[in-house]
């Protein structure tokens, strides 16, 4: 499950950030690594609650630094 | 036992546009160093080229008052026909008296009643509701509403956050009895639960005690989280409501808060091309009330609309409050 949350985050973070896809990998930053800022981030977290069917609260944002930390949290959350 | 109801019933539309945007420009460079940022940074998440602030002589009247005159001029309305004076701002420097007060008596507007309205970056949509029933139920003929901010007054220029965004400008439109409806209802709200999202901290009153300023403060993510993610179904049940499909109107003009909360909000409308954007943020930053008045004024000035088309407008910010609706280029 997580590489099909994987693809659709990767896909997530192309549309909002024009990053390609094969570039989010689960030990990159958000931030460091493929440059996605704090807005941008903002944005990545609401497609994914479409996407993907989860509620990801303010407060969580802030905990999601990798792509492993919102892989994760989505799939514990799904 | 039955009350009489105001004497005349008409539609109301905007008559008139004016606007002041202050002499002095100030360019990302003059406030990156306090905040240890870039001109490219600010440009990136914002779209902030430049904003103007008011000399230390301006203020929120001053500045109101200006706009006021344009917009009479612009609608060839006299100040004495002005029955209601509305002020949109929270900046200015009195909690009383009010700034359509003092703006009504710099004007000349003798036979008006005046009142402001504390709706932050939405406050000049409220004040066009409360206009056009004003009108259309004929409690006012002619009703002038002014946005007015100060901003660089309540900034705190060491924050990271919000240094870049707010700016200073009035603009102001004259209200008025009209053959066809101009302004559609108003799609409006407020939730309260989340005020502490963009705040004055300290408040007034303590700031008052302690002698220390009370400044905004605001938490960008969750502001734009909160209008990326809800001005969209506003905007789309503002048109719904308005008559109008998308395609029909001319010019989008959001409060100009952020250019990435209005780019978010074009792609979620889904907006033809050619429905002009307003982007006045780039030149004008942030100015909470006056930004859209400041906004449609400079596409009318530039010739990308023309009096008559229809455009829509939508406000919001702290409260968290936000109100819109479609009208007709004055």
Redesign the interface.
């Known amino acids: 499950m997580s590489q099909d949350i994987l693809a659709g985050l990767a896909q997530i973070v192309n549309e909002v950030a024009g990053i390609p896809a094969e570039s989010v990998q689960m030990d990159k930053s958000f931030v460091d690594d493929l440059d996605v800022?704090?807005?941008s981030?903002?944005?990545v977290?609401?497609a994914c609650e479409d996407k993907f069917g989860v509620t990801i609260p303010?407060t969580e944002?802030k905990n999601l630094n990798t792509v492993a930390d919102a892989v994760n949290y989505i799939a514990a959350h799904k | 036992m039955t009350l009489n109801t105001p004497d005349t019933n008409t539609h109301s539309g905007l008559l008139g546009l004016g606007v002041y945007r202050p002499a002095r420009i100030v360019r990302n460079d003059e406030l990156v160093e306090r905040i240890d940022s870039s001109d490219e940074w600010i440009r990136e998440r914002s779209g902030i080229i430049e904003r103007r602030f008011a000399g230390a002589d301006e203020d929120v009247a001053s500045m109101g008052t200006i706009a006021a005159r344009n917009a009479l001029a612009d609608a060839g309305i006299d100040a004495v026909d002005i029955d209601t004076v509305i002020v949109a701002t929270f900046t200015h420097k009195y909690q009383t008296p009010s700034a359509s007060a003092e703006i009504a008596a710099n004007i000349g507007a003798v036979n008006a009643s005046a009142f402001d309205v504390g709706a932050a970056c939405a406050g000049f949509c409220y004040a066009i509701s409360v206009a056009d029933a004003l009108v259309r139920s004929g409690d006012a003929r002619n009703v002038l509403v002014v946005g007015s901010e100060k901003l660089s007054d309540v900034v705190n220029f060491d924050d990271r956050g919000t240094a870049f965004i707010f700016a200073d400008g009035a603009g102001a439109v004259v209200v008025g009895p009209t053959p066809e409806q101009g302004i559609s209802p108003t799609v409006w709200g407020a939730d309260g639960s989340s005020r502490e999202v963009i705040i004055m901290s300290p408040d007034t009153v303590t700031a008052g005690r302690e002698g220390v300023p009370s400044l905004l403060t605001m938490e960008g993510q969750r502001v734009f989280r909160w209008a990326v993610g809800s001005m969209g179904d506003v905007c789309k049940e503002i048109l719904d409501k308005s008559g109008l499909q998308a395609g029909e109107l001319a010019a989008f003009v959001p409060h100009q808060a952020n250019i990435r909360i209005t780019d978010a909000l074009v792609k979620k409308l889904d907006l033809e091309d050619s429905v002009v954007i307003a982007r006045d943020i780039q030149h004008a930053g942030n100015t909470s009330s006056a930004s859209i008045p400041l906004a449609l004024h400079a596409l009318r000035e530039s010739g990308q609309v023309t009096k008559g088309q229809p455009f829509l407008m939508v406000g919001f910010g702290a409260g968290l409050a936000f109100a819109g609706q479609v009208a007709l280029v004055p």
């Open positions: 800022d704090s807005l981030m903002v944005e977290v609401m303010d944002v």
